[in-house]
């Protein structure tokens, strides 16, 4: 059987499969070359991340596939429920990148909690000229110890990052409409535990806590956060979202940087991808990835080794 990773899997997602005798082809297809790419090479399994869509055209035209895997948690770019209802498997990995996404956010607020993400590229081209003037205008950095993290959707994700929040010294105060008490379990180099509950309260109350801010959501229909939520919110905020593109509305965070509402943010995710807005690009509150939240060695290791365990209790 052949497995088709089009946007890429691990070399140990490769060997697992590879060892309980798949083909595996890490061939980039263009989107509108797949369907036929499938058909002519008997596709089994289509594995995608973000950039390949899995739509009800190419599901119908490919009776070979009996697998579709998305290398991570959100699956917007699959119609998951057309391809269950033809009988399709579709799996995911929600659990492998959870601590690499958290990661990201808190590098994030680490750097805009001390101005790193604009000193670091000020001082390169002003450091020996104007090293006093720097040194000044980012000399106002703020701790994350003894603040409120603020998150909104309180799934792996967010938990994880309530976990790095908690080792920081973080008071954690989450939102989540599914879920209303949970435990996280705090796991330390030399074996110890500890565990901490967390009870979940309104996004109002979140909104009107939070120092932090971070969104960990799936894509929606409607803004989470939006004009409103901003009014909301105390002054001088820092927020993050290594969500999805279009859980934040990116006009009124602008507007909400300018009125000192919120003081910087971090966004990882675009309402445009890959063209984020050139209003976002040049804006110094701003800290920016290219949508990496999951892009770490580690995260990629695991997330090819579970979709390949998962392919081979389904097909084997």
Excluded: W
């Excluded at 920016?288 to 081979?312: F, S, V, Y």
Aim: proline fraction near 3%; charge should be negative; charged fraction near 25%.
């Amino acid at each position: 059987m052949k497995v088709l990773a089009n946007d890429g899997v691990s070399q140990s997602g490769i060997d697992t499969l590879e060892h309980a005798g798949f083909e595996v082809i890490t061939t980039k297809v263009a989107q509108e070359q797949l369907q036929n790419y499938i058909n002519q090479n008997e596709i089994t399994v289509l594995l995608v991340r973000s950039a390949t869509t899995v739509r009800k055209d190419l599901i119908d035209n490919c009776p070979s596939l009996k697998v579709i895997g998305r290398g991570g948690v959100g699956m917007d770019n699959i119609d998951v429920d057309y391809a269950r209802s033809k009988g399709l498997n579709v799996i995911n990995t929600p659990a492998a990148s959870s601590h690499s996404v958290a990661e990201l956010v808190f590098g994030h607020f680490y750097g805009l909690a001390r101005f790193l993400h604009n000193s670091n590229r000020e001082m390169p081209l002003e450091g020996d000229a104007n090293f006093k003037t720097l040194k000044k205008a980012y000399a106002k950095g703020t701790e994350l110890k003894g603040k409120t993290l603020g998150v909104i959707g309180f799934g792996r994700i967010g938990q994880a990052t309530a976990k790095i929040a908690i080792g920081a010294g973080m008071k954690v105060v989450a939102f989540d409409p599914y879920i209303e008490t949970t435990d996280l379990e705090l796991d330390f180099f030399d074996g110890q535990k500890l565990s901490f509950k967390i009870n979940t309260v309104s996004k109002e109350e979140v909104l009107k806590q939070a120092d932090f801010l971070t969104l960990h959501v799936p894509a929606q229909k409607d803004y989470v956060i939006d004009e409103a939520e901003f009014n909301q919110m105390k002054d001088g905020v820092i927020i993050a979202n290594a969500a999805r593109g279009g859980v934040i509305n990116e006009v009124a965070l602008v507007k909400a940087i300018e009125s000192g509402k919120v003081a910087r943010a971090a966004l990882d995710v675009f309402e445009n991808e890959p063209k984020p807005e050139i209003q976002l690009l040049m804006n110094s509150a701003l800290s920016l990835t290219p949508h990496t939240g999951a892009a770490t060695n580690e995260a990629q290791d695991r997330i090819g080794t579970e979709l390949a365990d998962q392919i081979i209790s389904i097909l084997k």
